[in-house]
């Protein structure tokens, strides 16, 4: 600012000239101080977040990969298991295909004594011959397991 004395010595016209810029200056001054603050406020905010979220990113990506690994070990195991249990499938058909044998076999072996009996029921077909039952077992074709075992 100018001294009074200076001012006395300038025309009125260039003193209100010089009033408005300062006052202009003020105005500037009061938009932009508290902008650059706010600036200052968000930019550090920003950093923060963008480093809030490497960080996070970094333990996600530990995570993962520690899954990674016990997945990996659990899904060797299983697959073990999965064989094994392929194997008893394979073993427990044949010993259904076994049990169905027996079966046809027995009711052959039976039907033919018993048909006497059956002449005797009521409501009974009556007829001389041996009980019709299945025509005969299914034919069993072993299923192939993985690596030509069976």
Known sequence: MMKHREME???????????????????LQLIVYPSLIAFAVLASYGFYLIYSLTR????????IIKMTESVDRNMTVMSGDVGK???????MTEAVTNMQRDLWSMNQ????????????????????????GSPGPMPFAPPMMRGGQQ
């Not at 010595?9 to 105005?27: F, N, V």
């Open 109 to 132: 072996n039976i039907s033919t004594p018993l048909s006497a009996v059956n002449r005797m029921l009521p409501f009974s077909n009556n007829s001389s011959g041996p009980f019709p």
């Open 85 to 91: 249990m392929n194997y008893s499938m394979v073993r």
């Open 9 to 27: 010595d300038i025309p009125e016209s260039i003193q209100a000239e010089l009033y408005e810029e300062e006052e202009h200056t003020r105005r």
């Open 56 to 63: 996070d990113i970094h333990l996600m990506t530990d995570s």
